[in-house]
């Protein structure tokens, strides 16, 4: 089946981008805080739950390619229609898009609440959510390259977390690591369950695989993209964990930003508030390629112009900005996030491929009569 949306050849990037646009999708709010939950559910054990996560995840995106492979030019929305038809089709692409837009929202509505919780206090979440969405209007209507630009620059900078852990070390008890294994595996699978919202991201490569020039190559930096995420995640869960009394974790909603808040350099006193104001940089990828994500989707069933979506779809997130107003909503949103994160990202994939090479088999053997 050929896309039915061709993409200009100066519209598409090089295979390489992939490292960047899959881990700078992944890497954003999460980073600040993941680790409570994780915690919560397999205590010192939750190392081996980060691992697991990326394990299945890098199993998710080999099949998500294998699909991509069968149809060459067709981003997932095209596949839903061209496997279920045009009735179910669309249905699964309007809960796609509402996906997608969800964790739109969630990204943008953690990063305001950052900022109001860490930084101003006072100023006003609407007047925090129309700056950044007014950032977004202006990477999005450079098209898709400005955002893979934007994508690049920020998984660059992304590993100065790193940099940042080291002072923390120095506080640093190893045995609060141990004793390993002490939990039950059903507890630890609990730990990479909670992990849904931190490391999706990845099935991105649903919607940017028609724009890629060499598609042989996509596989490889595919999983070198999640290696780079997971080398970013780690680092910070282990240091966190020694860092933190097993009680201390478990009470800390922002675990990442409290032990940045013990750094003190010569010129910036407070690296923790000069990380939050700079993780802006971290999360405008993640807002662009939602939003990208929803424009593909949207278009998909009916024309729509770029600048007109973006502008509409803004507004819609504004609006939406305005009725969750505490973090308990807003954590409450996220649970109900990560069942149907969870099934989109590491179920749905399974049973598409399953259709789409059943599909195949099935157009091979009308070509042959």
């Not at 990202?345 to 789409?356: I, N, S």
Request: positive net charge.
């Amino acid at each position: 089946m050929k896309s039915m949306n061709s993409i200009n050849s100066n519209h598409k990037i090089n295979a390489f981008l992939i490292v960047a646009i899959i881990s700078s999708n992944q890497v954003g709010v999460g980073v600040m805080g993941f680790q409570q939950q994780l915690y919560q559910n397999a205590k010192q054990d939750a190392w081996i739950s980060v691992i697991i996560s990326f394990v299945l995840a890098h199993l998710a995106v080999f099949i998500m390619i294998k699909t991509l492979e069968i149809y060459e030019t067709n981003d997932i929305y095209e596949i839903n229609q061209d496997i279920f038809g045009k009735l179910i089709g669309n249905l699964l692409n309007v809960l796609y898009i509402t996906y997608c837009g969800s964790i739109f929202f969630l990204i943008l509505k953690t990063y305001i609440e950052v900022i109001n919780t860490w930084v101003f206090y006072n100023l006003s979440p609407w007047f925090l959510s129309a700056t950044l969405l007014l950032l977004l209007i202006y990477a999005f209507t450079g098209n898709l390259k400005v955002i893979v630009g934007v994508s690049f620059f920020s998984f660059v900078i992304t590993f100065i977390w790193l940099f940042s852990l080291i002072p923390p070390l120095e506080y640093a008890e190893v045995q609060y690591l141990l004793p390993v294994f002490q939990n039950n595996f059903s507890d630890i699978l609990k730990g990479t369950y909670s992990m849904t919202f931190t490391i999706v991201g990845f099935e991105i490569i649903n919607i940017i695989y028609p724009y890629i020039k060499d598609k042989k190559k996509v596989n490889r930096y595919a999983h070198i993209g999640l290696l780079g995420t997971l080398l970013i995640y780690f680092p910070i869960l282990l240091v966190s964990l020694m860092y933190f009394s097993g009680e201390q974790l478990s009470k800390t909603i922002w675990a990442t930003l409290t032990m940045l808040s013990i750094v003190r350099l010569p010129f910036i006193e407070r690296i923790d508030i000069f990380m939050i104001c700079f993780g802006v940089v971290i999360i405008l990828p993640n807002l662009c390629l939602y939003a990208w994500a929803v424009y593909r989707g949207v278009n998909s069933m009916i024309k729509i112009s770029l600048s007109a979506f973006i502008w509409s779809f803004s507004a819609l997130m504004f609006i939406l900005t305005l009725f969750v107003q505490t973090l308990t909503q807003l954590n409450d949103i996220s649970r109900i996030f990560t069942h149907v994160g969870f099934f989109a990202v590491f179920v749905f994939p399974f049973f598409l491929y399953f259709l789409a090479l059943i599909k195949r088999k099935f157009r091979k053997t009308q070509v042959i009569q």
